[in-house]
């Protein structure tokens, strides 16, 4: 349906071979009773490897929903009507087809999730949240075997945050600010080739949301990490290399 | 292979330390599980303590023919003796008499003649047996007060001791070995129980005829004596003169069975057989009265038809009432030997034409002669367990409720958890952890619980029994009986106060599957939750 408009390859962009992501015809409708809610009809976007790509759109638009069927969070709608089923290229597989298994090893090996309302554990340290995935990707033995080494690396993605003194607090006891960061750090635990970031600012005041994008400028910047972003604002949305305006479950607009 | 992942465990750990209500359903299951343990220790232990006392009584089985009693025992034990499955057996006469205590006071009792030597190899005779030299104080007695552990007082308890196992004491003015008496350590009253379950002799001011008072110290094995009267039967079971005998004290003896030790006597078998003319004698016998037929003097027959004939001596064989039997095997199935004991008396019987016939000789397990009383424990055991184990189950839904309740707090976690690739089962697993480490320290401690009040259980309940003494005694000016464990009532003068470890483990392992068992359709709950839902949860 919607063409997708050839990119414009961004200049940090590592050398690769083809785009990290690909997303085509995706419909997502959820159902609520007897009725159909048709949130996506027909969405197009491609990722290329080390871009940071901004999704605009209003409340209640799908931003949400779109990050979670490309994080493998949810289904898209099966085929229907003659429609072909949606399309979402990771690398070399296809998101759609993975089993339950699958799509639990993707979750925690391949996207990194960064949520608006950061969803730290509040009963764990700042570092057990950070390590949360790696004690998720690993087996007992394995995360034992690399318990030194991870905890290098969780202290050394706080340290760079501006933690380096709350490793042993609580959730509780740090500003929203702060909080988002550890989510941040947890997201990157993994070294995931993407990463998902749901509103990150929006619960955030000005300054403070401008501190975190200048994290995710960083992170960009220091690892070449792939980005996609969900924002209401147009002006957060700004910081991103290229933006896609997401109107009524399809994408209106895109510019660099 | 598969290794659990960390996270489940680091979240146990941390929910379990952080969270007050998951801990108010482990004290349910400390409370449940104590409880259960508690009751099924103490009835069970009242249980197993009706059938050793049983075996310390009278061994494993007891052919009896009581009041009249049957001959030829020495060849029944011979018999019983020379199968590979007896143990030992002995012969004993049980009779009621009276015995007359200080100042006249006479009171009916149950008189056991015993053979002491074999007696106390079918019985735990020996360690009844109160007066005799203690090296080390009792478990209870932590002071060391126990008047046995004298060392001034040794040879003179040492001599008591032998003389209680042979029933026999050395008259001071003759010098001749008579025999004597052992009395239940309650008859007479003459000890004091101390609280740790000891005994001492009482003293006691005794006023005699003239008025005079004199203290005396009731030591019965010291110059005690005591007089014991018996009704003898003739050989068809009529009363004949009651017999009157006074004999030494040698010993007294404390079975644990209150009742026993109340209204029991023990007296050296040969006497009792004297006493109660059933010991080995020669008899003039007048042959016109057919000894054998009971109505023989009811029916005169014509003198004419035979002739006075001459007067014949018959040798009358000593008699008992009972013959006591000990199974060689301890564990042995306890069904089995008592018959084992029926045939082997059946063939003794079909060797003599004067005994009771098998079918009607009494062959008794101790559970067959009480087994109203054992039969109404057991039930009482089970119906009890069987309703604690129903509130139990108010356990399982606590948890149930609990876990539930969290699981509807903690969805975002979920949510979060499976954002991070944890899988259906991980999760469900996170839960189920959760309810095991609850189970694991509920049964921990309700286990501890009940240890901690099983065996001290006879303190507390004297503690409770002070306590309303005393608060009866400040508040209405009469003390009140809080006594719950009456020994008048329930046989023993202790309560059981041991745990049997795979009752225990029993228990515990109930506890733990109850929680599990509550944590199960939260867990599963918390596994079909669906990721996005439980991130959008509000
Ligand atoms: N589980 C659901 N059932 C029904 N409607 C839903 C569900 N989840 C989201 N929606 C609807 O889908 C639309 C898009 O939601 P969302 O993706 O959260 O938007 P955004 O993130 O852009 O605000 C909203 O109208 C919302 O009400
Ligand atoms: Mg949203």
């Not at chain 1, 949130?39 to 638009?61: F, K, M, Q, T, Y």
């Not at chain 2, 025999?179 to 005994?199: C, F, H, K, M, P």
């Not at chain 2, 008899?283 to 003097?297: I, K």
Request: with cysteine; proline share 5%.
């Amino acid at each position: 349906m919607s063409t997708v408009t050839a990119q414009t390859p961004v200049p940090t962009e590592p050398a690769s071979s083809g785009p990290l992501l690909r997303v085509a015809g995706l419909h997502k409708t959820y159902r609520l009773g007897r009725v159909d809610v048709p949130v996506l009809h027909g969405v197009d976007i491609e990722l290329g490897r080390g871009e940071w790509v901004a999704i605009l759109g209003a409340s209640g638009s799908g931003k949400s929903t779109l990050l979670h069927l490309i994080g493998g969070l949810d289904r898209p709608d099966k085929p229907s009507g003659g429609r072909p089923g949606a399309t979402i290229r990771f690398e070399s597989q296809d998101v759609v087809a993975f089993s339950h298994a699958e799509l639990n090893r993707y979750r925690c090996r391949d996207v990194g999730f960064v949520f608006q309302f950061y969803h730290l554990l509040p009963e764990l340290t700042v570092t057990d949240n950070v390590l949360l995935g790696a004690m998720i990707r690993l087996g007992r033995f394995g995360y034992m075997s690399e318990r030194a080494a991870l905890h290098e690396t969780a202290a050394r993605l706080l340290d760079a945050f501006g933690l380096k003194n709350r490793l042993r607090h609580k959730p509780a006891q740090l500003s929203g600010g702060e909080r988002q960061r550890v989510a941040i750090a947890r997201a990157l635990i993994n070294d995931p080739s993407l990463l998902l970031a749901d509103e990150p600012t929006g619960n955030l005041d000005r300054k403070t949301g401008a501190a975190i994008l200048d994290v995710l400028a960083e992170i960009r910047r220091e690892r070449g990490q792939t980005m996609l972003m969900v924002t209401h604002d147009p002006e957060i949305a700004a910081r991103a290399d290229r933006i896609v305006e997401l109107v009524d479950g399809r994408v209106a607009a895109q510019k660099d | 292979m598969y290794s659990p992942p960390v996270y489940q465990a680091l979240l146990t750990r941390r929910y379990l330390t952080s969270k007050v209500m998951p801990l108010l359903a482990s004290l349910a299951v400390v409370l449940c599980t104590a409880m259960v343990l508690i009751t099924w220790s103490v009835m069970g232990g009242f249980l197993l303590n009706l059938t050793q006392a049983g075996r310390s009584l009278i061994g494993d089985v007891r052919i009896a023919w009581p009041n009249v009693g049957f001959p030829h025992y020495e060849d029944l034990i011979q018999r019983l003796e020379e199968h590979p499955e007896v143990e030992a057996a002995s012969p004993i006469i049980e009779t009621f008499g009276m015995i007359t205590l200080l100042e006249n006071r006479t009171e009916g009792i149950l008189i056991r003649g015993i053979d002491g030597e074999s007696f106390a190899r079918v019985t735990n005779y020996a360690d009844t047996l109160w007066w005799k030299p203690l090296d080390e104080p009792m478990q209870k007695d932590k002071a060391g007060d126990d008047v046995r552990l004298e060392p001034g007082d040794r040879d003179l308890l040492r001599r008591v001791y032998d003389d209680g196992l042979s029933l026999t004491e050395i008259d001071p003015d003759t010098g001749v070995r008579e025999s004597a008496l052992v009395l239940g350590i309650e008859v007479g009253g003459w000890n004091v129980r101390t609280d740790w379950g000891g005994y001492y002799p009482r003293v006691q001011f005794i006023t005699g005829s003239d008025g005079s008072s004199e203290m005396q110290n009731l030591f019965m094995p010291a110059g005690g004596e005591l007089t014991v009267l018996v009704v003898p039967l003739d050989s068809r079971g009529r009363p004949m003169e009651a017999v009157t005998s006074r004999l030494p004290v040698a010993n007294e003896f404390e079975s644990g069975l209150y009742d026993v030790d109340r209204q029991t006597v023990l007296m050296d078998l040969k006497a009792l057989q004297r006493m109660l003319r059933m010991h080995p004698a020669k008899r003039v016998v007048r042959s016109d009265r057919d000894e054998a037929d009971p109505l023989g003097g009811f029916f005169e027959e014509d003198d004419t038809a035979n002739a006075a004939p001459e007067p014949e001596i018959v040798e009358d064989p000593g008699r008992v009432t009972a013959v006591l039997v000990k199974q060689a095997d301890p564990d042995g199935d306890v069904e089995a030997f008592r018959e084992r004991c029926r045939a082997i008396y059946a063939e003794f019987a079909a060797d003599h034409p004067d005994v009771p016939g098998a079918g009607s000789i009494g062959v008794e397990t101790w559970e067959d002669a009480n087994r109203m009383m054992i039969g109404a424990v057991k039930k009482e055991t089970g119906l009890v367990l069987i309703i604690f184990t129903f509130i139990s189950f108010t356990a399982v839904f606590l948890v149930f409720a609990i876990f539930w309740a969290m699981i509807s707090e903690k969805t975002k976690d979920i949510g979060v958890l499976r954002a991070l690739g944890a899988s259906r089962m991980g999760v469900a697993w996170v839960w189920l952890r959760y309810g095991l480490a609850i189970g694991v320290v509920g049964s921990l401690f309700g286990g501890l619980l009940a240890w901690a009040i099983v065996t001290n259980i006879n303190e507390i309940h004297e503690g409770i029994a002070l306590s309303g003494d005393w608060l009866g005694r400040n508040l209405t000016g009469t003390p009140w009986n809080w006594y719950i464990w009456d020994p008048k009532v329930y046989v023993f003068k202790e309560i059981p106060h041991s745990i049997e470890p795979w009752k225990a483990a029993f228990v515990l392992i109930g506890g733990l599957v109850s929680c599990l068992l509550g944590a199960l359709l939260p867990a599963a709950r918390a596994a079909r939750m669906h990721p996005v839902q439980a991130l959008r949860f509000e």
